[in-house]
């Protein structure tokens, strides 16, 4: 069974970091890129990041390049979003997702992160 | 960047009414939409790719259709398990999603 879980989130204040993380089961994750999507409270979905299966190469959302670091360990299956200089409009929960053929066909249950005073 | 735009926002409908949804695209996407199902306080859940795509474990009363910048999901009798938003996602160029459209119980 395939199982990503998330976890990290919480309260934090604008401008500082918070590191999240996502645990990967059920497949073998270093052939598969990854990302991470995200859901503002009664909002849509936005892509956020996605890196490649071998970590070589990343791609960010315009609005939290140079801000956000997507990264894995392969050895132990795990995917990571490292966000510094938060914002109050990266309130959201964060996804856990793997891109499948057209389309993420796995998500994660989602953790989410507050930002504010 | 591609806009994607969903109708409508808000469906009220009943169970075993046929029911379609629509996205529409900024521009040419070819076939390169997906649809997610998403019920409160879960995560979204890949219904189809690739406009008409189902996927493995959905239910048949479940199609899309479309290509280029119009596209349709269409529910053929609702059930009561259905109601919920959903999402359309283009992958041609980028990725981006659609506001959504929530099926509700009328």
């Known amino acids: 069974e395939v199982q990503l879980v998330e976890s990290g989130g919480g309260l934090v204040q604008p401008g500082r970091s918070l590191k999240i993380s996502c645990a990967v089961s059920?497949?073998?994750?270093?052939?598969?890129?990854m990302a991470w999507v995200c859901q503002a409270p009664k909002k849509g979905l936005e892509w956020v990041a996605t890196?490649?299966?071998?970590?070589?190469?990343?791609y960010y959302r315009d609005s939290v390049k140079g801000r956000f670091t997507i990264s894995r360990d392969n050895a132990k299956s795990i995917l990571y979003l490292q966000m510094d200089s938060l914002r109050s409009e990266d309130t959201a929960t964060y996804y856990c997702?793997?891109?499948?053929?057209?389309?993420?066909?796995?998500w994660g249950q989602g953790v989410m992160v507050t930002v504010s005073s | 960047d591609i806009q994607m735009t969903q109708s409508p926002s808000l469906l009220s409908a009943s169970v075993g009414d046929r029911v379609t949804l629509n996205c529409k695209a900024s521009?040419?996407?070819?076939?390169?939409l997906a649809w997610y199902q998403q019920k409160l306080g879960e995560a979204p859940k890949f219904l189809i790719s690739?406009?008409?795509s189902l996927q493995t474990g959905i239910p048949s009363r479940f199609s899309g259709s479309g290509s280029g910048t119009d596209f349709t999901l269409t529910i053929s009798s609702l059930q009561p398990e259905d109601f919920a938003t959903y999402f359309c996602?283009?992958?041609?160029?980028?990725?981006?999603f659609g506001a959504g459209t929530k099926l509700e119980l009328k």
């Open positions: 997702v793997r891109p499948g053929y057209g389309g993420y066909d796995y």
């Open positions: 059920g497949f073998t994750f270093k052939n598969y890129d």
């Open positions: 890196i490649t299966f071998d970590g070589s190469t990343t």
């Open positions: 521009q040419n996407i070819y076939k390169n």
């Open positions: 690739n406009a008409n």
């Open positions: 996602q283009q992958y041609y160029s980028g990725d981006t």
